[in-house]
């Protein structure tokens, strides 16, 4: 059944696929097993990264990016496209994201979305506020505050965001702290005026991971434990690392400031045991996945199918797009 055929999508649209959730949530997984059975009805289907960690040529190992053989042939887009040195906002992200689904529908073909990322999906989907270029002298105030005084003046300044966002968000604090300070005007405000957003745009397929928390967190554990074994690939966690710190970036880079990055340069400082570090690293994973657990469950709209159980069932969970 074509596109244009299909009941489910009179207008025409093409289909986009969206499997999202926490990290270490089964996501990758799935969305390759999606890609096989699309190729099995001949149909072409490319996988496009949406998680940013893994879109850092940098982080093979800690961001747990697909091995070349683990990609099983499929087409995947956007794993290690940055260098570690050029920070991928969300807009760079949903602009080379654009063209890539852009391009594969132009060849007839499924592009399967696949992360954790929820800016990333949500700038791509909804578009991007209009904020303009902060004052460099405001960024860099604000940027100097410790977290506790600027989570303190955005209480006073935009206090609904405030208190939306956790105390210890350094960043989220310093974006909307700054934001208001640059220009006047809260980030919601610029918020409500988005555009760009494809979601009118497609027929979108979503689907969101949301497993057992204890076994989440359990796999969290396992799969940090397993990134520092030197055989996990180009000498594990601990030689990606070293490689990065000799690159001597800029520590406020994303790149720099990836779960796992920090505790592996404590241990190679000798800040720290293995053991520790492991322990350090595990933590700030399952911290993630919580919080991106609950994101997931509560942002996306009510028409993204929430999937708990751990033995999903392609065909009926995207059902439609398997006939079409």
Known sequence: MSTEDSPDD????????????????????????????????????????????????????????????????????????????????AADWAAAAKAVIAEVHGAGGVPILVGG?????????????????????????????????AHAALAREDPARATALAPADTARISRALEV?????????????????????????????????????YQRCDQRFAAMLDPSSGSGGAIAEVE?????????????????????VASYLRGACS?????????QSTRNYAKRQYTWFRRQPPPDWQRIETLNVDISAHFDILLQQ
């Open 243 to 263: 490689a990065l710190l000799a690159r001597r970036l800029d520590p406020a880079l994303p790149v720099m400031r990836a779960i796992g990055v920090g505790e």
């Open 10 to 89: 009179p207008a025409g649209l093409p289909p986009l696929a969206l499997i999202a959730g926490p990290t270490a949530s089964g996501k990758s997984d799935l969305a390759l097993r999606l890609a096989l059975a699309l190729r099995e009805r001949g149909r072409t289907a490319v996988i496009i990264n949406a998680d940013s960690a893994q879109v850092y040529a940098d982080l093979t190992v800690l961001s747990a990016r697909p091995t070349r053989h683990q990609m099983a042939g499929i087409d995947h887009q956007l794993f290690g496209t940055w260098d570690g040195a050029a920070a991928c906002s």
């Open 274 to 282: 293995l053991g520790e570090a492991r322990a350090l690293g595990a």
């Open 180 to 216: 208001a300070r640059s220009t006047g005007r809260t980030l919601a405000d610029w918020q409500q005026q988005r555009s760009g957003g494809i979601r009118e745009c497609v027929v979108l397929h979503a689907a969101i991971l949301l497993p057992e928390r204890a076994w989440l």
């Open 117 to 149: 990322t929820g800016l990333y999906l949500r700038t791509l989907l909804d578009g991007i506020a209009p904020v303009p270029e902060i004052d460099p002298e405001v960024r860099a105030a604000v940027r100097a505050l410790p977290v506790a005084q």
